[in-house]
């Protein structure tokens, strides 16, 4: 179930707007379109159940896996019957249905990152037409299981890209070789884009930002609630900045078809040798101490897992790159702090 108080919220600006904030609504399919990203694939689901070793099996073979491996916990996932088959979760666009397996991620209880719970692998897309991608978007249903309990947080599949092909993650920062731009839960259900990319141009001192000097950084914290017991469908857009000394990237995020996520004006890459190298599959509670653990095993599902890819950068425009400095000590806006106050969204950051 989502949370009170973002079901209050929710209603309120649906009886006064139609849709949370006058947000755009747009389908994945459409998006694609209107960023000219004509190269696409959907990842491969079996017609039945599997077991844990078939599962794997499948996913080496099928998803195109780096190192052609399940990098963390490949134990985790098991491709089962659908627990929520009459749950048609409605997005703003229309309703999700499907049949056939999805894709279980167990997280133990007591787990968090460290390779106790959750997997973690990620997938290389090649381009036919044999140019790179410097534009990607990913879109997945995800529904998590009645009684999920959120903890501090947790990590979800987003995109990666860059030379660097297991950086920008798990503390290892961003130098400009690599990226990661992941979403998060966290505490109460809190939504965001947590990602690892330079920190140019004073971006700490937006509004909407928090940086950390260990971890990544996050972008619009509690600006969307997951919920419990039904799917929902994310969409992630990730445009490079193009020249690279030059901050024009971009990243956007649709929940069930709603933009909650806008971030403009970022250095994403400091070398035009870096593209998009596809999804990054990594789930699990944390956070890097057990203060994030999970006390009970609980689960995710995944399903409709599509990307879509073009060789075109961001056309926005941007300041040029003052300095190639680390992250800063977070800094956040007033009204920002108060948001996140409102909506319970204000935990330790990883």
């Known amino acids: 179930?989502?949370?009170?108080?973002?079901?209050?919220?929710?209603?309120?600006?649906?009886?006064?707007?139609?849709?949370?904030?006058?947000?755009?609504?747009?389908?994945?399919?459409?998006?694609?379109?209107?960023?000219?990203?004509?190269?696409?694939?959907?990842?491969?689901?079996?017609?039945?159940?599997?077991?844990?070793?078939?599962?794997?099996?499948?996913?080496?073979?099928?998803?195109?896996?780096?190192?052609?491996?399940?990098?963390?916990?490949?134990?985790?996932?098991?491709?089962?019957?659908?627990?929520?088959?009459?749950?048609?979760?409605?997005?703003?666009?229309?309703?999700?249905?499907?049949?056939?397996?999805?894709?279980?991620?167990?997280?133990?209880?007591?787990?968090?990152?460290?390779?106790?719970?959750?997997?973690?692998f990620f997938n290389l897309w090649n381009n036919t037409a044999g140019g790179n991608f410097l534009s990607m978007m990913l879109t997945y249903e995800l529904a998590f299981e009645d009684g999920f309990d959120w903890v501090k947080g947790g990590k979800l599949p987003g995109l990666r890209g860059g030379l660097n092909s297991t950086g920008c993650s798990g503390g290892n920062q961003p130098t400009g070789d690599c990226f990661s731009a992941r979403l998060m839960w966290r505490k109460n259900a809190n939504g965001e884009v947590y990602a690892y990319i330079p920190t140019t141009n004073d971006i700490c001192s937006r509004r909407g930002i928090i940086c950390n000097s260990d971890f990544g950084t996050s972008f619009n914290r509690g600006s969307f609630g997951f919920t419990?017991?039904?799917?929902?469908?994310?969409?992630?857009?990730?445009?490079?900045?193009?020249?690279?000394?030059?901050?024009?990237?971009?990243?956007?995020?649709?929940?069930?078809?709603?933009?909650?996520?806008?971030?403009?004006?970022?250095?994403?890459?400091?070398?035009?040798?870096?593209?998009?190298?596809?999804?990054?599959?990594?789930?699990?509670?944390?956070?890097?101490?057990?203060s994030w653990a999970t006390p009970n095993t609980v689960h995710s599902y995944f399903r409709n897992i599509q990307m879509w890819g073009g060789e075109n950068p961001s056309s926005l425009t941007g300041p040029v790159i003052k300095s190639s400095a680390l992250p800063q000590t977070p800094r956040t806006a007033v009204g920002f702090v108060m948001a996140s106050i409102a909506f319970g969204a204000v935990t330790a950051l990883v």
């Open 1 to 120: 179930m989502q949370p009170l108080s973002f079901l209050l919220i929710s209603l309120l600006h649906v009886a006064l707007h139609g849709t949370a904030n006058g947000a755009e609504v747009i389908a994945p399919d459409q998006l694609a379109q209107r960023y000219s990203l004509t190269a696409s694939t959907s990842f491969p689901f079996p017609t039945a159940t599997q077991s844990v070793s078939d599962t794997e099996a499948l996913l080496v073979s099928g998803w195109g896996l780096g190192r052609a491996r399940v990098q963390n916990s490949p134990e985790n996932l098991q491709f089962v019957a659908d627990p929520y088959p009459s749950s048609t979760g409605t997005v703003s666009t229309g309703v999700l249905n499907s049949t056939g397996p999805v894709l279980q991620v167990t997280y133990p209880a007591k787990s968090f990152s460290h390779e106790t719970g959750g997997t973690q």
């Open 228 to 290: 419990t017991g039904r799917w929902n469908r994310v969409t992630i857009l990730t445009q490079l900045n193009n020249p690279p000394n030059v901050a024009n990237g971009q990243m956007r995020v649709y929940y069930n078809d709603e933009q909650v996520v806008d971030a403009e004006g970022l250095q994403i890459r400091n070398t035009d040798e870096v593209s998009i190298n596809g999804l990054f599959f990594s789930t699990f509670f944390g956070g890097n101490d057990d």
